[in-house]
């Protein structure tokens, strides 16, 4: 028998950064950014991914006090907006600051490696976490990236990773994963991972995808500009999907939750699928999903 189809859930990017990869300087003021994220609900989002940090790739580092100076306005901007909150971070304390504004997932880039003191505040505060994968880090990370097998190097990175978080309290059922799409990857190592996600999938854990407006669907497609290349996200959230993915963290939220829940009815063979948006004209559902619910 096939596998069920999950429920998508789209994870809308809020950057408040001067310098990320396709809308850095967009949202930097407090205002844009809250007015951004409401808006990202409107169109379907289930959960907010805020940030004040750029990882692209030649990234430079940025300080605790001015990541905190950008995101907690935008967090308590955003904690009535109706989506689940998630900060974006590797430092303990600006997750500490984003929790008590109201976030409940921890989305970690460095998979707890980043900040010793990381483990024990998701697993006091008892929010989820994202553990994703990344080869190196974001300077150097896309420098002749080398693996044996990159789904199987993943999957037991990632594997180790939650074995980790356990031992140190986080509950196991609050953790998510993430292969960390174009995060020391080559463009067929992103390529292989997205059509063998099935088998990080089978880790049995809400699995994560990032490929939203990445570099290599520029030179796949050939567009240079990252806005345009939304439809080419949505060709990897679809198959993403099909290998049983559930949560899409993307920046078009519109186009990717319409592309995903018509992907999901398809593929199920009823709808309506997992999410409505509040400018969803007809046959409203649960907005309201496993993985989208305010604690995993
Ligand atoms: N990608 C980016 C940032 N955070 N988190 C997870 N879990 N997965 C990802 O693939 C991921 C992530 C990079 O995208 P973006 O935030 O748009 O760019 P920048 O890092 O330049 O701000």
Redesign the pocket.
Known sequence: MAAPVPEPVVMG?V?V?P??????GEWLDPAAAIAHGHDLVAQGAAIL?I?G????PG?EPVSEAEELRRVVPVLEGLADAGARLSI?TSKAAVAAAAIDAGATLV?D?TALRGDPRMAALVAERGCAV?L?HMLGE?RTMQRAPRYDDVVEDVRSFLADRTEHAVTRGIARERIWL?P????GKTIDHNLELLGRLDEIVALGRPV???????AFLGTITGREAPSDRVAGTIATNVIALTRGASVF?V?DVAQARDALVVAAATLRGRWPAATTTSTTPTRRTSTTTKAGSRRS
């Open positions: 990017v950057n950064t310098d990320s990869f396709s809308d850095g991914d940030g940090e750029s990882t692209r990234a974006d989305n880039v994202c994703m974001p993430d960390g799409i174009g995060f994560v995808v990032g490929t939203s407006r990445k963290r920046h």
